[in-house]
């Protein structure tokens, strides 16, 4: 009886990123020899994935960094993609940091629990008063272009003005599709990626999760980041759901383990319509 083909995955990675604090280069290593075992697999840079994703059943977009760095490429490899109905996982729908960062104009207009934010230093009365704001490129990422103070300028519409939080700590929740696997903090604010494992309460998970159901995603994986305010109550920073880095050499090896089967177990449903 013929053997079933297995699945080709073209795995998008740049390993040469030099990312503070973090090795991409040694995750996605780690993360394609485990995922080898199950699928023929690939790993090319985010510049030459248009080109080569036909001779593939499926792309995954991992540690890529910023698209910042090369926006037209990337706009080009999702048109094409989506043209030519290839899977992308994540999968292209994604509605925060995927799409821009204006998700966080629109949780903050929702009421959801999220550093507040306006894009117009005109909006300033409607946010907390504060000594000191921040404020960064709407089409920034990894903190490129992010300065703090006492009086935000900028076009309206360009930039994200948020006020400066003192917190006491940030951390990350990290989900396969809607599944939760682990958390991640960083006890000193001024370490961001110093990060030891955090255990969540029933709250924490129900705050995380929230974003994960606005999200949307069917499949993929998310990074919810949070800091810890004042108040005692948790604020979203980030939703990472186009390439979030995922710490996994921090991880007691169970729980890195358990990660890299759900990874598995997603990405088989995923490429089959399981």
């Known amino acids: 009886m013929p053997t079933k083909p297995r699945t080709r995955l073209l795995y998008v990675t740049d390993l040469a990123y030099p990312a503070r604090g973090r090795r991409y280069c040694d995750e996605d290593i780690f993360l394609t020899a485990r995922l080898r075992e199950h699928f023929d697999l690939a790993l090319c840079h985010p510049l030459d994935a248009r080109a080569l994703m036909p001779g593939f059943d499926a792309v995954v977009v991992r540690n890529s960094g910023p698209v910042l760095g090369y926006q037209e490429a990337y706009?080009?490899?999702?048109?094409a993609a989506l043209a030519a109905g290839t899977p992308v996982y994540n999968p292209l729908t994604g509605?925060?940091?995927?799409?821009?960062?204006?998700?966080?104009?629109?949780?903050?207009?929702?009421?959801?629990?999220?550093i507040p934010t306006v894009d117009d230093p005109a909006d300033l009365h409607l946010?907390?008063?504060?000594?000191?704001?921040?404020?960064?490129?709407?089409?920034?990422?990894?903190?490129?272009?992010?300065?703090?103070?006492?009086?935000?300028?900028?076009?309206?519409?360009?930039?994200?003005?948020?006020?400066?939080?003192?917190?006491?700590?940030?951390?990350?929740?990290?989900?396969?599709?809607?599944?939760f696997q682990y958390a991640l903090y960083a006890p000193d604010p001024a370490r961001r990626w110093e990060l030891t494992p955090y255990e969540p309460t029933a709250e924490d998970l129900a705050f995380a999760r929230r974003f994960i159901a606005?999200?949307?995603?069917?499949?993929?994986?998310?990074?919810?980041?949070?800091?810890?305010?004042?108040?005692?109550?948790?604020?979203?920073?980030?939703?990472?759901?186009?390439?979030?880095?995922?710490s996994l050499d921090l991880l007691p090896e169970p729980t890195r383990e358990a990660f890299v089967a759900a990874l598995t177990d997603s990405l088989r449903a995923f490429t089959t319509g399981a």
């Not at 706009?75 to 048109?79: I, K, M, V």
């Not at 404020?135 to 948020?162: C, H, M, N, R, W």
């Not at 108040?231 to 979030?244: F, I």
């Open 75 to 79: 706009d080009e490899f999702r048109a």
């Open 127 to 179: 946010l907390p008063p504060t000594a000191t704001y921040a404020v960064k490129p709407k089409q920034g990422a990894d903190s490129i272009g992010l300065t703090f103070t006492a009086a935000p300028s900028g076009p309206a519409g360009e930039i994200l003005i948020q006020p400066r939080i003192d917190f006491a700590y940030e951390v990350s929740f990290y989900f396969v599709d809607d599944a």
């Open 95 to 114: 509605r925060a940091d995927m799409a821009g960062k204006q998700y966080l104009l629109d949780l903050t207009a929702a009421g959801h629990p999220v």
């Open 214 to 246: 606005w999200n949307t995603l069917d499949h993929g994986v998310q990074r919810v980041d949070a800091c810890r305010a004042p108040s005692g109550e948790l604020l979203l920073v980030e939703l990472e759901d186009l390439n979030p880095y995922l």
